[in-house]
């Protein structure tokens, strides 16, 4: 994404899609959650609609979505569907995935 597309009219700006799942509260999750965050925040200024599923309490949901690892982060919109694995640590690895 340009970063001038805050000039673009809003119907222009793509609305990410995008699913996280991650192991209950273990380290690894909390950081991804919390890394993640910070980075759509800084990013996507609020054109992305974020849904957080523990396959602890949802397992169907990480069964219909493929899920191998966590955590993972599954970018479902825009094209093409991208998933990372791991803590979101790495913010150019992760705007990499998400097309940024």
Known sequence: MD?????WGIEDVPVY????????????????ISNL????SKYLDGRYELDIIDVYQQPEMALQDDVAAVPML?????SPTRRLIGDM???????RGLGI
Do not use: N
């Open 3 to 7: 970063e001038d597309y805050k000039d």
């Open 17 to 32: 899609q995008l699913k996280l799942f991650v192991a209950g509260t273990s380290s690894l999750s909390v950081r991804a």
């Open 37 to 40: 965050k910070l980075i759509l």
């Open 74 to 78: 599954l970018k479902k919109f825009p």
């Open 89 to 95: 640590s790495d913010t150019a690895k992760v705007l």
